[in-house]
């Protein structure tokens, strides 16, 4: 069983940054792909970002391009999304996932274990 605890979430102004962390338990995640997903309010859990076993691969949302970057400590067994330039349609409960298989994939049916979530909330 692979547990996943995420912090760095919390309440910023708009423009701020804030640096997420996820932990993963299992000595498996260096061999998985991890992703963000987040969930705003009243809305559907959305893809945010992805990252390759190998940190080659780093797909991301349109809506954070350029904003977002993923990255990963393998020997931390950790991973990371520093936010910068955050909007209010940020705000979220974000959460971090570790993937099936090696590959960076958007969709969440490949990913197979989830943490508890964290709170981002962006004020205008």
């Known amino acids: 069983q692979v547990q996943l605890v995420e912090s760095g979430g919390g309440l910023v102004q708009a423009g701020g940054s804030l640096r997420l962390s996820c932990v993963a338990s299992?000595?498996?995640?260096?061999?998985?792909?991890m992703g963000w997903f987040r969930q705003p309010p009243g809305k559907e859990r959305e893809f945010v970002a992805a990252?390759?076993?190998?940190?080659?691969?780093?797909p991301s949302a349109d809506s954070v391009k350029g904003r977002f970057t993923i990255s990963r400590d393998n020997a931390k067994n950790t991973v990371y999304l520093q936010m910068n330039s955050l909007k209010p349609e940020d705000t979220a409960v974000y959460y971090c996932?570790?993937?099936?298989?090696?590959?960076?994939?958007?969709?969440?049916?490949?990913?197979?274990?989830w943490g508890q979530g964290t709170q981002v909330t962006v004020s205008s």
């Open positions: 990252i390759s076993w190998s940190g080659g691969s780093t």
């Open positions: 299992a000595r498996t995640f260096s061999t998985n792909a």
């Open positions: 996932a570790v993937a099936r298989g090696p590959f960076a994939l958007v969709a969440g049916t490949a990913y197979d274990y």
